[in-house]
């Protein structure tokens, strides 16, 4: 099966844009994937975890399609005035990826915009770990 394009037009409504992430003064990142963070999760949600048929959190269960689990330590951490939270990327294994919480953390632009132009290296390299084409 030959892999997915991505069409020109697509490409001409996109940049790339290098950005940083800015913390509000106090704030802090939490990696959701600490052993010490799952277990407080465990303990303090055991019987919600229960309800879900969730024996052990781990990661496999954080990263289910069934979003309620997340969701839930999402707002919890929220609620514990975290600025976001860092994970492992799925795409490509071992990438980082950071979901940030509004008002506590935004990026900041880091450099000029690039267009998304075939030449761009880092757009072919990106479309590699995809499995994807250029069309």
């Known amino acids: 099966m030959p892999p997915a394009k ?3 037009d697509w490409r001409a409504a996109h940049v790339l844009a290098p950005a940083r992430i800015r913390l509000a003064p106090g704030s802090e990142l939490v990696g959701y994937e600490e052993p010490g963070l ?19 959190l781990d990661i496999p269960a ?3 399609q069934d979003r309620i689990v997340s969701q839930l330590f999402g ?15 799925g795409i490509p294994p071992g990438g980082a990826c950071v979901a940030l919480f509004e008002g506590r953390a935004w990026l900041q ?12 290296a880092t757009l072919r390299t990106v479309c590699g770990e995809f499995g994807l084409a250029l069309s």
């Not at 799952?38 to 052990?56: C, D, K, V, W």
């Not at 707002?75 to 990327?89: D, H, K, T």
């Open 38 to 56: 799952l277990r407080t999760l465990e303990e303090g949600f055991a019987e919600f975890l229960n309800s879900q048929n969730i024996t052990s």
């Open 109 to 120: 632009a880091a450099g000029p915009e690039r267009p998304l132009t075939k030449s761009l």
């Open 62 to 64: 954080l990263r289910s």
């Open 6 to 8: 991505v069409p020109d």
């Open 75 to 89: 707002r919890f951490l929220y609620s514990q005035g975290y600025a976001g939270i860092v994970f492992e990327s």
